[in-house]
């Protein structure tokens, strides 16, 4: 009880001096004080039990001088009832012998009748009794280190590293599904910066062949109202990732993340009417979106079937 209000004492006076503190808690880590404080505790205990004997040890001395004094003979075992057991005989006594056993029960059976019910009145079995004193034991170690050394993390803190940790996996959790988008799924995105990462694939991966506008070159011109393949977001990611090899577009799913694939089939999406120099002639069928206001005529109807890229395998 003194050492710990000790400690408290010790970094309210450091404290006072800024720099002092600092360099104190450079040189004595946390560690290095809980082992002092323990330490101490345990130089305290050990004074303590020294301090005890001592006394028992006087104590049987005075009575024996006084007897002696007076002239009166001790009786045989009064070196017994004077000092007593040692102190490990009464702790054993007291936390491991101290109960009768379940045959002797009905000695100390009280007679009192409670409609039948009879008081048993016996110590708790050492076992168990010693069990409880080892959560007390532990409940004052886990609040030292959780509590007040501030060793581990709080419930609170636990709860928000849970939450964080969710949060991460969540993120690698919708990665996933963003990575499993495919052409039945696949959405055309608006998102800026998403768009700004299909440009990127599209001039890195397809310009050479498509043009740096999309204008076309050995590949068709991929801004104009035509579509060999069909256009729309499914068939455009459909096309990229079956690819036409045949002709000479491979089947980007071997080199692009399906979330990639949307991407940059996006960003093509975004091209259309924008009218590039050089444009490459039209190629396919005029497209027009699935619910779009124009009527439908039949070479609608056939872009939509000759929507279906080759089977690539
Ligand atoms: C090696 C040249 C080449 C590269 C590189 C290339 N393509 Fe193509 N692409 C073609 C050719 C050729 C066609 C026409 C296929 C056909 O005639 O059926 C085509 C067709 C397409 C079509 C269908 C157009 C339509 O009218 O239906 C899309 C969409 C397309 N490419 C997207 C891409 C994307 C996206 C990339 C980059 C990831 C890319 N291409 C890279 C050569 C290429």
């Known amino acids: 009880m003194l050492i710990v209000p000790g400690g408290a004492l010790l970094a309210q006076a450091t404290a006072a001096t800024p720099a002092a503190a600092a360099d104190q ?17 345990l130089v305290f205990i050990a004074a303590m ?26 009786p045989e075992d009064a070196a017994n009832v004077l000092g007593g057991d040692s102190f490990w005989t009464t702790m054993r006594k007291k936390y491991w012998e101290d109960v009768v056993p379940v045959e002797r029960e009905k000695d100390i059976m009280l007679h009192h009748d409670y409609d039948g019910i009879h008081e048993l009145d016996n110590s708790m079995p050492p076992w168990w009794l010693n069990m409880f004193y080892i959560t007390i034991i532990w409940a004052v170690g886990y609040m030292f280190y959780y509590h007040w050394g501030g060793g581990g ?10 939450v964080e940790r969710a949060k991460k996996e969540m993120a690698v959790a919708l990665a996933g599904q963003a990575n499993a ?12 910066g998403m768009l700004g990462e299909g440009e990127l694939i599209f001039k890195n991966s397809c310009a050479a062949c498509h043009g740096q506008g999309g204008e076309g070159s050995v590949g068709p011109n991929l801004t104009d109202d035509y579509w060999i393949h069909g256009g729309g977001i499914k ?5 990229i ?7 000479g577009m491979i089947a980007w799913s071997s080199q692009l993340k399906p979330s990639d694939m949307q991407k940059v089939a996006s960003y093509i999406l975004t091209l259309h009417g924008t009218n590039p120099p050089n444009p490459k002639a039209p190629q396919g069928d005029i497209w027009k979106e699935e619910g779009a206001a124009a009527p439908q005529d039949t070479t609608v109807t056939d872009t939509v079937k000759t929507a279906e890229p080759a089977p690539t395998k």
């Open 25 to 41: 808690a450079d040189l004595l880590p946390q560690y290095m004080t809980w082992a002092l404080i323990v330490g101490g505790a």
């Open 49 to 74: 039990f020294y301090v005890i004997k001592v006394n028992q040890f006087l104590y049987k001395r005075i009575v024996q001088m006084e007897a002696a004094k007076a002239g009166v003979a001790l």
């Open 153 to 162: 993390p709080s419930s609170e803190e636990e709860y928000k590293n849970k």
């Open 181 to 192: 988008v495919d052409e039945s799924n696949v959405t055309a995105l608006t998102d800026a």
């Open 235 to 239: 068939n455009v990611f459909k096309t």
């Open 241 to 247: 990732k079956y690819g036409v090899p045949e002709k």
